[in-house]
């Protein structure tokens, strides 16, 4: 819309005004003419005469002003053939991403506590974009390996386009083909929030607020050969080419030679694309959310004593992980699921400190993105039977709407320049905490903190850095707006980043990634007291943490 020619702006004017003023037509004459039929006999020829003029008079106003509307189009496309309309502060669905268009439907909306292979899923979300075209928007981000779409489902107010301000969210289910619960929540969660959303206000209030983006399964192949009732094993858990996908991803500890799946890479692009502030990972298999880091910088033989691998944002993990437990009706009791399996305080655990993993899904979102993201084990049972997904629907729903609310805590604001243009890919850092992000196209930036007074740096590429004071509050996130100044010719300022194997370089930069990644971003880390390990011991390492993950989950 926002490339389109005013030329078209006129036609489109053009063809509107016809129905527009027909509509207006009608209106008026009810509204002014009804009446007559209420008066009393001896005056109902007066008052006929009355609303007839008083017709004439608005129908020939308002032909009028519809008329000027149209000649102020065709005016402006006269005096500039090439001039465009001014850019609209949104952003549409990243380009590529295909959109199917549903028409329609009659068809009753309502979902079932069952399970839905990958021809059900996709009919159920395309019957959803058809019923509620005012709130969702189904695109897919790729293919899996035997060519399954890869489907999003946007939940939101403004589900098409980005409205500038508005953070995106995201869940990732079913990464593991044959955790089939989280799969069915995410189809009952889409349900649930466009069926409550004109009753409930705190619904409204989400939606109206967030753009949540849902990808129910990331691996709709595992889950096709995945059996029902099957609470342990591993048939499924991988995709296609037998690769696990929550290995997948570039790690920045330990060097991942894995070959990067179809289904990893659309994720990758996916999140390279949108901007996500918040995120969770759903899982199965163990009742408990974990945060990062997954992995360690320690040897192979430190890291299977199960030592914590904390992030500079630990407070902040560990409240998203809380907030995610304390609502759900069971993950807080921490009870373990088998005997054999540890118990878990509160629900919560760091995720190199139950075992550590190379690739994970969610070091990457954090470290390469800034993106806030958890891993959520929604069940014991990693498929149990669908007689019991009303359970765990009642059990998880609330604290899959309260966790995504959680998006609105901490700072929020915009990087500008002296004229007051967004300064875009702006590098922000709190003091202190050593894993950045980044401002987009608009110059927004957000940064999920609890409440205390921080120091935020900015840096921006041809601007004099930046550090601002912010205290943040409990009740609602602060507004912070930043205005950089243009530097001199010769500055070359910005964070430092440091990588495995390599000198230190500025972030504006950009040098390649590590481990053989081939997207254009680098992993959002400031300082070196996050270590790295490379070589045998990292082959080695990873071997065996596979064979652990196998057996918890």
């Known amino acids: 819309m926002g490339e389109q020619k005013l030329g078209d702006r006129t036609v489109v004017?053009?063809?509107?005004?016809?129905?527009?003023?027909?509509?207006?037509?009608?209106?008026?004459?009810?509204?002014?003419?009804?009446?007559?039929?209420?008066?009393?006999?001896?005056?109902?020829?007066?008052?006929?005469?009355?609303?007839?003029?008083?017709?004439?008079?608005?129908?020939?106003?308002?032909?009028?002003?519809?008329?000027?509307?149209v000649f102020s189009c065709t005016f402006a496309e006269i005096k500039s053939n090439n001039a465009t309309l001014e850019p609209r502060h949104y952003q549409p669905l990243p380009s590529g991403y295909s959109n199917p268009n549903p028409s329609p439907t009659t068809e009753p909306y309502s979902l079932d506590f069952t399970y839905h292979n990958h021809d059900q899923l996709t009919r159920y979300l395309r019957l959803t974009s058809a019923r509620y075209p005012d709130l969702t928007a189904l695109y897919s981000i790729g293919r899996s390996v035997q060519g399954r779409d890869l489907w999003v489902m946007v939940v939101s107010s403004s589900p098409y386009e980005h409205m500038v301000g508005k953070p995106d969210v995201k869940y990732v289910a079913n990464m593991h083909g044959n955790e089939a619960v989280s799969r069915e929540l995410m189809l009952h969660l889409i349900h649930y929030l466009v069926t409550s959303y004109a009753t409930d206000p705190y619904i409204r209030w989400l939606l109206d607020n967030t753009r949540i983006h849902i990808l129910p399964s990331m691996n709709p192949d595992g889950f096709e050969v995945a059996k029902e009732g099957t609470c342990d094993g591993s048939q499924g858990r991988n995709n296609a080419h037998g690769f696990d996908l929550n290995r997948n991803f570039p790690d920045y500890f330990k060097q991942n030679n894995k070959r990067t799946q179809p289904e990893t890479e659309a994720v990758k692009e996916w999140i390279s694309k949108i901007q996500f502030v918040l995120s969770g990972g759903l899982h199965g298999g163990a009742l408990v959310a974990s945060y990062p880091f997954d992995n360690t910088p320690n040897s192979m033989f430190q890291s299977y004593i199960s030592a914590p691998s904390l992030t500079p944002d630990d407070d902040v993990f560990r409240h998203l992980s809380l907030t995610y437990s304390s609502n759900h009706l069971k993950m807080s009791r921490g009870v373990s699921c088998k005997s054999t399996s540890p118990a878990f305080p509160r629900g919560i655990t760091n995720g190199a400190a139950w075992y550590p993993l190379t690739g994970g899904m969610q070091d990457y979102n954090y470290i390469w993105y800034g993106c806030m993201e958890t891993t959520l084990e929604l069940s014991c049972c990693k498929y149990p039977p669908a007689s019991e997904l009303p359970k765990y629907w009642q059990d998880n729903k609330v604290a899959l709407v309260k966790y995504l609310g959680e998006a609105h805590r901490g700072i929020h604001g915009f990087v500008m320049d002296e004229n007051g243009n967004p300064v875009e890919k702006a590098s922000l850092k709190v003091k202190s905490r050593d894993v950045g992000f980044q401002s987009t196209k608009y110059g927004e930036f957000w940064r999920i903190l609890l409440p205390g007074v921080y120091r935020l740096e900015v840096y921006g590429k041809g601007y004099v850095p930046k550090e601002v004071e912010v205290v943040v509050v409990e009740e609602h996130p602060t507004a912070l707006n930043i205005t950089l100044k243009v530097a001199g010719p010769k500055r070359n300022d910005g964070p430092m980043i440091y990588r495995p194997g390599s000198k230190p370089s500025y972030h504006h930069s950009q040098p390649p990634l590590p481990h053989n990644d081939h997207h254009h971003h680098g992993p959002q880390v400031h300082s070196s007291t996050i270590k790295t390990e490379t070589g045998l011991f990292s082959t080695i390492s990873s071997g065996l943490s596979n064979f652990v993950s196998n057996i918890f989950g």
């Open 13 to 69: 004017s053009a063809v509107l005004c016809s129905p527009i003023y027909s509509y207006v037509h009608r209106t008026i004459k009810y509204t002014f003419c009804q009446t007559a039929s209420y008066q009393p006999p001896s005056a109902a020829a007066t008052a006929a005469s009355t609303c007839q003029r008083m017709f004439e008079f608005r129908s020939i106003l308002v032909l009028t002003i519809l008329d000027f509307c």
